[in-house]
């Protein structure tokens, strides 16, 4: 008996060995992870494709995922580039894969991939024969409102841009914020300098009248 019961107990930890196993590989399997600027990394779950939107800082030139009101911002009428970039991290290739970018109020669509739909404010466009770790990025260029077209009541504004991609039941989302803000008049404008010089002379005039009146007056006085 007591041999029986220990191949039992080696048997159960043999197959219980195994089980752990096969979990974690497919608990890792399951998982995409990549470093992250700083320290650390960005995981995705099973979605087997993900998409990364990030947009140029105005003030360096690189792109980064987001910018905010301690950021630098855009101004009326500037263009703002951004970038897309799509991974399949699945084992198979997609035959098939939309993408779609939505564009928030105040930007325009300037150019970017064919499928800009100007009453929906939405990017559609699609990839074939995405291979197992290949990556494709885009680039497409918006540009802020005029302030004509902005919030009279708002300074700064700051929007957030989605994008989203889907393929064969599996579908990955990321978003990058930017602002802009508007140059707000608050100081009376001054008159041309030819209207200063005017009113220096102007005033001049009036002071020496009054002081050669005011001598006269002194004068006409001691006599």
């Known amino acids: 008996m007591d041999r029986k ?6 048997t159960a930890l043999i197959l ?5 196993i096969f979990a974690s590989q497919t608990a890792i399997a399951s998982w995409y992870c990549e470093p992250v600027y700083g320290g650390g ?33 855009f101004a009326p009428d500037q263009e703002v ?3 897309i970039q799509v991974k399949n991290i699945g084992q198979g290739t997609f035959a098939k894969v939309n993408v779609k970018d939505i564009f928030p109020n105040y930007l325009d669509f ?15 466009f699609d990839l074939s024969d995405l291979k197992p770790g290949e990556t494709r990025k885009f680039e497409v260029m918006a540009k802020v409102f005029g302030t004509s077209r902005l919030p009279e009541d708002k300074s700064l504004i700051c ?7 889907e393929a064969e039941g599996k579908s990955d ?3 990058a914020q930017i ?25 001049g005039l009036i002071v020496t009248t009054l002081m050669g009146a005011k001598l006269a007056f002194v004068k006409q006085k001691a006599n």
């Open 110 to 124: 300037v150019w970017g991939p064919l499928g800009w739909d100007a009453n929906a404010r939405e990017l559609r």
């Open 173 to 175: 989302e990321d978003q």
């Open 16 to 20: 219980a060995g195994f089980f752990v």
């Open 41 to 73: 990394e960005r995981c995705w779950g099973t979605g087997e494709i993900i998409i990364d939107k990030v947009v140029r800082n105005p003030g360096t030139g690189a792109f980064v995922d987001n910018l905010g009101v301690n950021d630098p911002k």
């Open 81 to 83: 580039l951004y970038q």
């Open 5 to 10: 019961l220990n191949k039992l107990i080696q």
């Open 159 to 165: 929007v957030v841009n989605t994008a989203r991609v």
């Open 179 to 203: 602002c802009f803000e508007k140059k707000v008049l608050g100081v009376t404008q001054l008159p041309p300098t030819g209207q200063v010089q005017g009113l220096m002379i102007a005033f």
